[in-house]
Each structure stands twice: as structure tokens, then as C-alpha cells.
């Protein structure tokens, strides 16, 4: 759960005041203790992660894709060497979108039997 500054501050300036242990003071406000450790560290949230780059080399994840239009995510984890999960991932951050379609024609006549028909 994320606190607002204002209520971390508060929970920081009251220990400091009460001179309570960080315990005491989480039992007081019904927080966890590690927030209270973490918050004396750095009471502002934060507000971007420091991670490193990602294996997936976008221009070749987009190649993959432009070459293997319908292949599975697994096959594209297995071709570039990296977890599925990953992929996923990485396909929303490029924005490629798979639209299902009807596959056999016989589900497209039942379709077309309950669509308005124009004149």
C-alpha cells in the first residue's frame, strides 16, 4: 500500500518527538515496520525504478514480428532466448495488438444468421 507523504512525515515527526522505537510507533499508526525503516531512509515514494535495459532488442523483437506474423509468444521466448512473460511485455511496449478472427467459415454463417441484414 502506498502512504501519502503527508502521513509519512506525520508518523516520522512523531516518532522523533515521543522518542518511540519504530515498533512502537508502527503499532500506533497499524503500519508495517519495514515501512517505517524504509521511510526513515527515504520518506519521499518513489516515483520511477532504477532497472536495467531489457534483453528483448526491440528492433529484433519487431523483425521477429514482421517475419513470424502468427506465431505463439512461446515461439518468439524460444527464437530471441528469453521468458515468455518477457515477450508479452514486450510486444504491449511496442504495441502489437492481435485482433481474433473467425476461423472457419461454418462460425461465419452462424454470424451472419443473427447480424441485421441491410437493404
Request: proline share 7%; net charge positive; with cysteine.
Amino acid at each position: 500500500m502506498t502512504y501519502p507523504i503527508s502521513f509519512r512525515r506525520k508518523v516520522l515527526s512523531i516518532r522523533e518527538k515521543e522518542n518511540l522505537s519504530i515498533a512502537q510507533v508502527a503499532q500506533r499508526f497499524c503500519v508495517g515496520v519495514a515501512s517505517v525503516m524504509r521511510w526513515i531512509k527515504t520518506p519521499d515514494p518513489k516515483t520511477t525504478r532504477n532497472k536495467p535495459a531489457t534483453r528483448i532488442d526491440r528492433e529484433r523483437l519487431a523483425q521477429d514480428v514482421k517475419n513470424y506474423p502468427d506465431a505463439y509468444q512461446y515461439e518468439r521466448a524460444k527464437r530471441l532466448g528469453v521468458s515468455t512473460q518477457g515477450i508479452n511485455h514486450a510486444l504491449k511496449r511496442l504495441g502489437v495488438i492481435y485482433k481474433k478472427k473467425p476461423a472457419s467459415p461454418q462460425s461465419q454463417r452462424r454470424r451472419a444468421a443473427y447480424l441485421p441484414r441491410k437493404n
